[in-house]
């Protein structure tokens, strides 16, 4: 195991689980999970980029029916996740700001 700190989980990490305290203390325990729910796309994106990055199929994927017959490089995954993740807090900044 290496001793060395990945930043982005750690961080991500963070995030989440302080999205999920405001959760409960907003509406409690079902909204907890609904943000759980929310957030398991993007914390994987994050922790496992590199081997989502390498899925491709020959069928249709989830998204549309084209298949997905190359690799993503797993740093534009990881991008992804990040801006999944930081969403909520863009969208409640822009809120406050047009409010």
Not at 49 to 77: C, E, H, K, M, W
């Amino acid at each position: 195991m290496s001793s060395e700190i990945d930043w982005n989980r750690l961080l991500s990490f963070m995030i989440a689980l302080s999205y999920l305290v405001i959760a409960y203390f907003i509406g409690g325990g079902e909204f907890v999970m609904k943000i759980a729910l929310f957030l398991t796309l993007p914390m994987a994106a994050i922790w496992f980029s590199d081997a989502l990055g390498d899925i491709t199929s020959s069928g249709p994927s989830i998204i549309s029916f084209a298949p997905i017959n190359r690799q993503s490089p797993g740093i534009i995954v990881k991008i992804a996740g990040w801006i999944l993740l930081l969403s909520p807090i863009a969208a409640a900044i822009i809120s406050k700001l047009v409010s």
